[in-house]
């Protein structure tokens, strides 16, 4: 794919050489499981939910029939977003107990692992057929500062889109279509609470801390694409910076939202704020939140553009926020035949599209089988193209989910959202807060972003 506007430069850059991969791929195929080497494969990701959950078993079983032999183990560590398996992972990491291979956001998150030393290179599995089926924007965020690839993709997530219940809307009489900006949303929210025959006091669904984060960051890119680049590449990293003034209207903006949210936020998983807008009594209208919702919508049988619709969060109609899901492969573990096979599966295009449909996503390959995609993937693989292509649409990597600044920022930017959310903190002082934790790791953001 020719890159656009997603330039990714690199600290390091280094050449790698392309001659044998394809040969290295077939190897990895066609060869039995070497003498000593115990056939099994464990596999530790974090989706638990009934969409997340359905879509990690079709993957395992276009793995389990093309290698019937292998014992593979699921290890689920619940927890959306990954935050409590990142924990687990962590610690077997550096105890030196490595798991076979492990789900993780791509770019940022692994990189603490790369520091260490702790990951295998796996040039092998990106055959020229695999670099040229991958976004450009996607294929740089697998490679290291040594430019070496340490990442299979397996989706692309859209984070930017706000869900709505269709239904609840028509019989309120309000035009989707006409929410694109944050005033018009505003008061939509106030007619639903107005109109109150829906049962629905608090018109938008949220869960726990790193949902609200997740909605804070599309909020942010509402604001403006430059806003958004300045502030992952940490340059907003004072009260003086150039944008700063527009970090804190986000974080006012943010506020307002709070005023719509359910009170319980801070105890539901992100699947149980989505089952608000679903059922015979949804107690809620919208959602912020990634593209994972659609498998929840999914498996309650409802159709995108009946029961539920989306549309791009107020601001962002012209972004695509990225959200990338990868496995890898440390060094020194015990069945490394199955996870080169393992990442070969996850690698190609039968088994994308074994996973995708069910989980939300789209294919991280621009060759995916598009009918076996349902009618919202569908339309995320029509915006996903168009903005591609367009120089005044853009693609923003997700800050919360990984890939856009550096693992430690990130942890700590994640409650300062929290404390906006429950109202502990002020939106004056989350911005001054945001701006000195970019200026705390200022040598962590090692990449520069143009998006
Ligand atoms: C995201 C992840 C998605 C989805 C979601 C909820 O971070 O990228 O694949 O699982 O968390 O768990």
Redesign the pocket.
Known sequence: MEPKKQTIIFVLIAVISTAGIVAGVTYVIMAPTPEGEVDALEIYH????GG?AAAITALVDEFITLYPDTTVQQVQIA????FEMRVKIKTLMLAGQPPDTF?I?NGYEWKIFYDAGLLDNIDNIWTTELKAAVPDVVEDISKGPDGHYYSVPV?I?RSNVMWYNAKVLQYNAIDPATLTTWPAFWAACDKLIANGTSGITNPVAMGEQ?TAAHAFEQVLASVGIDTYEAWINGDIDSVSATHYADLLTACEIYENLTDYINSDWAVLS??SAIAKLIGASPTAAFSIM?D?ANGEFFQAGWTHGVEYDTIGVPGTGNMYGL???CFEKPKNIPHPTNVNRWLAVVASKDGQDAFNPL?G?ISARTDANVTKYGPYQTSAITDFNAIDISPTSYMFP?V???SGAPEAFNSDFIPLIGALTSGAATATATATAIAALASTYASDFIKVWSL
């Open positions: 974090w989706w638990t939910s997340e927890g959306g977003g990954g789900q956001h989706n997530h790193w992100w699947d990634g994972w959200v990338v899901d989980k996503s997700s919360v989910h990984g």
